[in-house]
C-alpha cells in the first residue's frame, strides 16, 4: 500500500506539472503566432451583441486530474493482478 501512495502523490504532482507546462507552451505559441486585424475587427465590432453573457467550453481541470488518475490507478494494479496470478 505505501508504493501505491507514493505512486499516487507522484502521478499527481507530475500529471499536475505536465499540464500546467503544456498550457504554458501552447498558449506562448498561439500568442506569437496570433497577427490581429485590426481593420477587421473595427468593421466586424458594429454587428456584436451588446449582451455579455459567460460560459465555458473546456472542462475543469479535476475532472481531467480524476479521469487521469482513475486511469493510471487501473493501470497499476491490473500488473499486480496478472503477475499473482501467474506465480500461483
Avoid at 1 to 13: E, G, H
Avoid at 14 to 32: H, M, R
Avoid at 66 to 80: D, E
Amino acid at each position: 500500500m505505501k508504493k501505491y501512495i507514493v505512486f499516487a502523490i507522484s502521478f499527481i504532482l507530475l500529471f499536475s506539472l505536465f499540464q500546467l507546462l503544456f498550457q504554458v507552451l501552447s498558449g506562448t505559441l498561439l500568442t506569437f503566432m496570433y497577427t490581429p486585424d485590426m481593420e477587421e475587427a473595427w468593421n466586424s465590432s458594429a454587428n456584436l451583441s451588446q449582451e455579455v453573457v459567460f460560459k465555458s467550453n473546456h472542462h475543469p481541470f479535476l475532472l481531467t486530474l480524476f479521469f487521469a488518475f482513475l486511469s493510471a490507478t487501473i493501470a497499476y494494479f491490473i500488473p499486480k493482478k496478472f503477475m499473482k496470478t501467474d506465480n500461483d
